[in-house]
Every structure is written in C-alpha cells, then in structure tokens.
C-alpha cells in the first residue's frame, strides 16, 4: 500500500507542475502585474529543486553495480529499512 501510495503522488505532483507549465497564465496581485524574467526565475528556482530528486536517482543507479533488477531490489530493500525505522 506504501508503494501505490508513492508512485500516486509521483504522478500527482508531476501532473501538477506540467499542468501549471501548460496553462501558465500571467500572473498578477491585485492590478500589478509581474514582468515575465521574474516569473522564469521563480520558475527557474523551483524547477531546480524539482529536477534534483530524478537526478540524483538516476546517478545513483548507474554508479551501483550489479543489473538494472539487483540494483532495483537493492533500492527496494533500503527504502524498506528506512521506512521501517521512522
């Protein structure tokens, strides 16, 4: 149930940022409204934070040696251990 629940979110957050990316409307408080560069650095600032988790998965799995499925088993099996001690 723990795994399901993961793998929704996953896709609930990256459904939420393309969703946010696709139909970007100008954004604005009250009658100001915000030049573009500032919102591509808000966009730029959160993107990098976003982009940081795949990253570093991805690195992860090709520095571990071992097949893609030992690798894979080996990841469940730490998940599992850290989940188990909070």
């Known amino acids: ?6 793998v929704l979110l996953v ?6 940022v393309m969703f946010a990316l696709l139909y970007q409307q100008p954004l604005k ?6 030049p573009s560069w500032a919102e591509w650095i808000g ?11 795949p990253l570093v998965a991805f690195i992860s799995i090709l520095q571990t040696p071992g ?3 030992e690798v894979s088993v080996y990841a469940l ?3 599992l251990v850290f989940f188990c001690l909070l």
């Open 43 to 53: 966009w730029t600032l959160a993107m990098s934070s976003i982009l940081m988790i």
């Open 29 to 34: 408080y009250e009658e100001y409204h915000y």
């Open 67 to 69: 097949t893609f499925k």
């Open 1 to 6: 149930m723990q795994q399901i629940r993961e």
């Open 11 to 16: 896709f609930f957050f990256q459904g939420v």
């Open 77 to 79: 099996f730490l998940r």
